[in-house]
């Protein structure tokens, strides 16, 4: 009898969770220093255009062994009837998409140091139902751990994290009947983190889905322009690591015993910019000036364009834009300043890659990155994201979503320069690294890279 009851129990839980097993997700993070750095707020997401929603970051409150807000925005502390904050907006999004999903994620590049702490002590079941009592509170479908990212010794700490949160997750469903809630992970993509950090076959136990930041292969530190999302490896040019490309690193997940049904592939919304040492020299592996290309208009950091920046800083103001095939990318040159990136058709072919390949969906990494309010790509509001979201539809049995819906789109007025810096706010926690999420190189392989690279550079252009 208790062998029959529970043989039943996995559809019990698909049943209550209400999730189809052939579902292609579109999974969307939304930041909360996005109000700050782009004027983009929750009120500004269409909540039709993802399957999945996640709010970054929360942070673990060790003392307290509870999550906790790291904006004062984020939530009001209020529980009963005044629930304003932005997680209340956020979740309330469901009011305009019933079948929209919302998650909540804790970690990220700068607040994952005290994940240890909380791991690898007695009072991990005690965090884990206190992270149920928060989810719920807040209306939130689930959670999304960005621990970033696991040492050798933290190995098995992660995978018991894991299993402990998914059997609080489990036990509240079977006891109270409640619909599951859902369990992620952000992941790595590059091979040094990827082997170090998981055990993939228990971890594919416990968690729904991996959102595999697969970005960021090149960035500030680089010495050759490159792609920071290439879909393949460039294997042309010995300059470039063969390892660091999306479809490498899916492949290596696979390998490594992750279920292709449960791996969402990253796509980032902004493009990894370069300032060239020569100007004439403009080809993808050109050398290039470490620290990145110039700063943005309006996010003003370095090396780092949103899509809509590249629009407006390079593209409409006549910069030479090419397609490269083996890579599936663009880049866009003017002057000294080099940009590789994605448009609609680089998105495009991101998702009929993984959904060709089997996986269970794509991510982007974040709403505020697109040209949101289709003001300066020429090309309708959430460009990438629409193309991302057409793209997905053949793979998928979801009915199709209103063609427009009610949002608050501000502009972004003037694209003046500022100096203005976010706002900490309460001063309990460092300022977030607002562009880490999933950085791919590691000391080791930067310092070989690093070291190639001259080696080459210095043969074939000198």
Known sequence: MYAASWSLFPLLISTLLGVKGSEFRRVCYHTNWSNHLGNFYVQTIDPYLCTHIIYAFARIDI??????????????GMLGDDRSGNYFKFTGLKTQNPKLKTLLSVGGETLSAVFPKVVASHVLRVFAQNCKIFLRDRNFDGLDIDWEFPQSASRDDFTQLLKVMREVFDDETLNEGQSRLILTIATAAGKDNIDTSYNMTEISKYVDFFNVMAYDYAGTWSQIAGFGSPLYSRLSNP???????????????????A???????????????????????H???????????????????????????????????GATTVWDDEQKSNYAYMEDQWVGYDDTRSVVEKVNYAGNLGLGGVMF?????????????????????????????????????????????????????????????????????VIGHGVVHSSSSLVI???????MLFCLFH
């Open 259 to 281: 279920p292709k049904e449960k791996l969402v592939m990253g796509v980032r919304g902004a493009g990894a910019s370069f300032t060239l040492k020569d100007s004439s020299k």
């Open 449 to 455: 890279t690093t070291l190639l690279s001259l080696c």
């Open 365 to 433: 990494w974040a709403f505020d990155y697109d040209d949101f309010s289709g003001t300066y790509c020429d090309n309708g509001t959430y460009p990438l994201l629409t193309a991302m979201k057409n793209a997905a539809m053949k793979y998928t049995t979801e009915d199709p979503s209103p063609s427009s819906v009610d949002i608050t789109v501000p502009a972004l007025p003037t694209l003046s320069v500022t100096t203005e810096k976010p706002s900490i706010n309460d001063g309990t926690f460092k300022l977030f690294n």
């Open 63 to 76: 003392s307290e062994k509870k999550l906790a807000r790291t904006e004062v925005d984020d939530d009001n």
């Open 283 to 317: 080809d993808v592996g050109a050398p290039v000036i470490v620290g990145g290309g110039n700063k943005g208009s309006v996010r003003q950091l370095k090396g780092h364009l949103a899509y809509y920046e590249i629009c407006f800083d390079l593209i409409n103001k």
């Open 239 to 257: 300059l470039f690591n063969p390892e660091n490309s999306q479809n490498w690193t899916m492949n290596h997940y696979i390998a490594l015993g």
